[in-house]
């Protein structure tokens, strides 16, 4: 997300906020469960092309549990969805009643007064059954605003006849993976690893690695220009300049998916959420069993990689709350999460799942879950999702050449002490 824009939504929370709170709070019953579950529920939907078919008719489901209820699914993309809920709900019109939002949405919305507190309300059921990882996301200032409904981390997904024709082994170590790449490009003529250098989700892997993370919340202090960061950012460099790696500024979703998927790569760091996408490549299509998945590589300290997910929000300007509620509800139940599992291979936010035999012998959650058990937690503050966009840029300025590590190590700091006034 971008600061102007972070700046204009900021400047229409005041005017919204009475609204926010007038539906979300005086609306004769519905926010504590008293409503008539009927009518128009409108649900965004951020999932990716290879898991929309499936979502749509989980959501559309929903009609047959309940008959007085018309679901109108909606798939946004996921590029365009934080800013087009921000504008929907700051304008006060065309913001769904429920919404798929990315674990670092939630803080940033609740903070707006988009959402609507689902303490007390049908949305919370069998909380218990949540993982403590996922379900912290969920929370800002003492408040529930989301239900969890999948939950990730990344990993290494790889070529196993590429690797096995290269004759090395599936890397442990970045520097592993670079000492493999010429073997790889010898004998396969792929590249070794396709790096995502337009997001900056994937720069906390490297940033993990070195032992550094961006902010310490209880300290009130940016990290991410610590020594870390900049060794990050060398690293993410030093693979790409040695060939080890290829890259993009942009469209690395579609173009590193397609890289592995044809074998031009033998690897990519990836989650969950691309297994379906990988396996109809030509590389898999075929036979499934070809794609391996690791944990990501490890840096100079350790391996690590960031918690991620998403979340079912309902919007606090909803004219429907009793019903998105309980459509939250659905979308998050062990029912539900099965299922996306079973079809996507999708990792499930609630432990009684984990239980089920075609869960439990999923080969991706086998591997998966260990990692998210793991998984280093993001910061939930209002503003964690707008610290993306400062690393996004400096991860271009290194990758083109344009800025040394260290230099943009010092400049997203310096940007993250101008959105974090209280930090030091």
Avoid at 275 to 290: E, S
Avoid at 329 to 339: D, I, L, T
Wanted: hydrophobic letters at 35%; a neutral charge; glycine letters at 10%.
């Amino acid at each position: 997300m971008r600061r102007g824009r972070a700046l204009t939504a900021a400047t229409a929370v005041l005017a919204l906020a009475a609204t926010a709170t007038a539906c979300g709070g005086d609306d004769g019953g519905q926010s504590a469960g008293k409503g008539r579950i009927g009518g128009t529920v409108t649900y965004w939907d951020t999932s990716n092309d290879a898991e929309k078919g499936t979502y749509k008719k989980i959501a559309e489901g929903f009609e047959k549990k309940h008959p007085n209820v018309d679901v109108k699914y909606v798939h946004v993309n996921f590029g365009d969805a934080n800013q087009k809920f921000k504008n929907a709900a700051g304008g006060n019109s065309g913001a769904p009643d429920v919404m798929r939002t990315e674990v670092a949405w939630v803080a940033d919305f609740a903070n707006l007064g988009y959402l609507a507190p689902l303490d007390g309300t049908p949305a919370l059921d069998d909380v218990s059954d949540y993982l403590k990882t996922a379900a912290g996301s969920t929370r800002f200032k003492g408040r529930t605003y989301a239900v969890p409904q999948v939950t990730d981390t990344l990993g290494l997904f790889y070529n196993k006849k590429m690797l096995k024709k290269a004759g090395v082994e599936v890397p442990k170590s970045f520097d592993e993976l670079k000492k493999s790449a010429k073997k790889i490009k010898s004998k396969t003529g792929g590249t070794a690893l396709y790096l995502r250098g337009d997001d900056p989700y994937w720069f906390l892997p490297y940033l993990y690695g070195e032992g550094g993370d961006l902010v310490d919340p209880a300290e009130k202090k940016v990290t991410v220009d610590d020594e870390p960061g900049a060794k990050a950012f060398a690293r993410m460099k030093d693979l790409v300049d040695s060939g080890a790696a290829v890259t993009d500024s942009s469209d690395g979703q579609e173009n590193g998916l397609k890289a592995f998927q044809d074998g031009d790569v033998a690897m990519i760091v990836d989650g969950p959420w691309d297994i379906a996408g990988a396996q109809q490549g030509k590389q898999f299509k075929d036979d499934k069993d070809n794609l391996g998945v690791a944990p990501v590589p490890a840096g100079s300290k350790r391996a690590a990689s960031p918690q991620g997910g998403w979340n079912l929000s309902v919007y606090a300007g909803s004219k429907n709350l009793r019903t998105a509620q309980e459509f939250a509800k659905y979308m998050s139940s062990a029912e539900v999460q099965q299922r996306t599992t079973e079809e996507l291979s999708l990792l499930p936010t609630r432990e009684s799942v984990y239980d089920k035999p075609s869960v439990r012998d999923n080969t991706m959650v086998e591997f998966f879950k260990p990692a998210v058990d793991k998984a280093v937690q993001r910061p939930w503050i209002a503003e964690g999702n707008s610290l993306f966009e400062p690393v996004r840029g400096q991860m271009d300025a290194v990758l083109s050449g344009g800025r040394s590590p260290h230099d943009a190590a010092d400049k997203v700091g310096a940007d993250f002490r101008k959105l974090l006034k209280d930090y030091k």
